[in-house]
């Protein structure tokens, strides 16, 4: 099989006839190809663009991990459509030409807001053998939430990269986050900390930026790591101040 070059992937988009055990991470790159001409779109393009380079880096390290990209994009009302005529739909106005996906890119049209509804997502996922999601893509409040909360109640394990995220505004991004932390258990991160290939996050490569309480979205002060909140809900290690965030049932911290 053909690799790119220091990197572990296939050179086609192909995916078992059956379910694959395993314990493999995915990165999900949501409605990235896009034409932002929505409303609010001019609020969104600048956090968006941002995201952008986060989005490109983790794809890069993806391809060195072997991890699976799959990119999970809006049909823009277009029923008849199919990767290519999405990527040819949006043209010269996608924020980066890098982002477009490359042929072993996997590629989900959705109808609505979330990666699972009407979708095979949950069909590929099993025959990848992936069990964690790492999200990003835009926008953070809208259709990265609504995919993480599907993902949750199916027991997926999730990252958010934050800097990978983009929302119309500060707030409404910081919102989403603090939802898909304190409830869907999400472990959110900064992209360049991110581990692509299993659990958890490298908190050695992560800045310290605090954490934020479950309810109102205030940051804590200390390391930018998220805990899973056990029964009593402490924090594993008890070991001083810090958000309280939910494991979903038969996920792994």
Not at 84 to 91: C, I, T
């Amino acid at each position: 099989m053909n690799k790119r070059p220091g990197g572990g992937r296939i050179a086609a988009a192909r995916a078992p006839m059956r379910d694959q055990p395993g314990d493999r991470s995915a990165l999900l790159i949501i409605d990235m190809i896009n034409r932002f001409e929505f409303g609010g779109a001019e609020r969104i393009v600048p956090h968006a663009r941002s995201a952008a380079e986060k989005i490109l880096r983790l794809r890069d390290r993806a391809d060195k991990a072997a991890t699976p990209v799959i990119y999970v994009n809006d049909n823009f009302g277009q029923w008849h459509s199919q990767r290519s005529a999405l990527v040819e739909y949006v043209g010269d106005r996608i924020l980066d030409p890098a982002l477009r996906p490359r042929d072993d890119d996997y590629f989900i049209i959705k109808p609505q807001f979330s990666g699972f509804y009407a979708t095979n997502l949950q069909v590929l996922l099993p025959k990848l053998g992936v069990s964690r999601l790492i999200l990003c893509g835009v926008a953070t409040d809208i259709c990265v939430l609504f995919t993480a909360a599907d993902a949750a109640m199916r027991d997926y394990r999730l990252c958010i990269p934050e800097d990978a995220v983009a929302a119309e505004s500060q707030d409404r991004h910081d919102v989403a986050l603090g939802i898909m932390g304190a409830h869907l258990g999400a472990r959110l991160c900064l992209a360049d900390g991110c581990d692509l290939g299993g659990a958890g996050i490298d908190t050695d490569a992560v800045e310290d930026e605090g954490s934020r309480d479950e309810y109102t979205g205030q940051a804590f002060e200390g390391p930018h790591h998220r805990e899973g909140k056990t029964d009593s809900g402490r924090t594993g290690a008890e070991a001083g101040p810090g958000p309280r965030w939910r494991t979903p049932r038969g996920a792994r911290p």
